[in-house]
C-alpha cells in the first residue's frame, strides 16, 4: 500500500521559504551607476607613518589639481610619479579603474622634514562631464611610499598614503 499526500515534503516548504524572503536581497552593496568601471579597493592605507599628503582644496574642481607630500618621519622617504584614484561609495573606497595609466619611471626622495609640490591632471583621465569635470563625491589620490630605517637608510617596506578631497556641487 502507497501513501499519497498532496503536501510537498517538508524541506521544499522550507526552501521555498528561504527563497520567499532573500528574493531580490543583493548578496553585497554595489555601487551606484558610475561614469567608470571601479573596482574594490583592496590595498591597506597606512596613515600613520609620518607622512602628510594633502590636495590644496582650492585645486580639486581645476583642471590641475596641486598637492604637497611631506616627510614628518626621522628617515627618508622615496615614492615615483605612479597614483591611483579612488572614490568613496556609501562609505567603502573604489579604484576607478584605467586601463593602461602611463607614468614617468623616476624616483624621488624626501629627507627628513621635507616636502614637495605634486600636481595631478585628473580630467584627461578621470573627467567625464562635458567639461571634462569629475563628478560630484568623495575621492582620495593614493600613492604608495616606501620608507627607510633610519640608521642604515636602507628601504623597509612601502606603505600607501591618501589625499583625500571632495568635489561637490
Do not use: C, H
Amino acid at each position: 500500500m502507497q501513501f499519497k499526500s498532496n503536501m510537498p515534503p517538508l524541506f521544499l516548504i522550507i526552501l521555498g521559504l528561504v527563497f520567499a524572503l532573500t528574493l531580490g536581497a543583493p548578496l553585497e552593496p554595489q555601487p551606484p551607476e558610475l561614469p567608470w568601471y571601479v573596482s574594490r579597493a583592496a590595498e591597506q592605507v597606512s596613515e600613520d607613518q609620518g607622512i602628510v599628503f594633502e590636495v590644496d582644496p582650492e585645486t580639486a574642481d581645476q583642471e590641475v589639481v596641486r598637492s604637497v607630500i611631506r616627510n614628518n618621519r626621522e628617515s627618508s622617504i622615496f615614492f615615483g610619479e605612479p597614483y591611483k584614484l579612488q572614490v568613496d561609495v556609501a562609505g567603502d573606497w573604489y579604484d576607478i579603474v584605467v586601463p593602461e595609466p602611463v607614468f614617468i619611471d623616476i624616483l624621488y626622495s624626501l629627507d627628513p622634514g621635507e616636502s614637495m609640490a605634486l600636481q595631478f591632471n585628473l580630467r584627461p583621465v578621470y573627467g567625464v562631464n562635458p567639461d571634462g569635470r569629475l563628478i560630484d563625491a568623495s575621492y582620495r589620490l593614493v600613492k604608495a611610499v616606501w620608507l627607510t630605517e633610519p640608521e642604515t637608510g636602507a628601504a623597509t617596506e612601502s606603505v600607501m598614503v591618501t589625499a583625500p578631497f571632495q568635489i561637490a556641487p
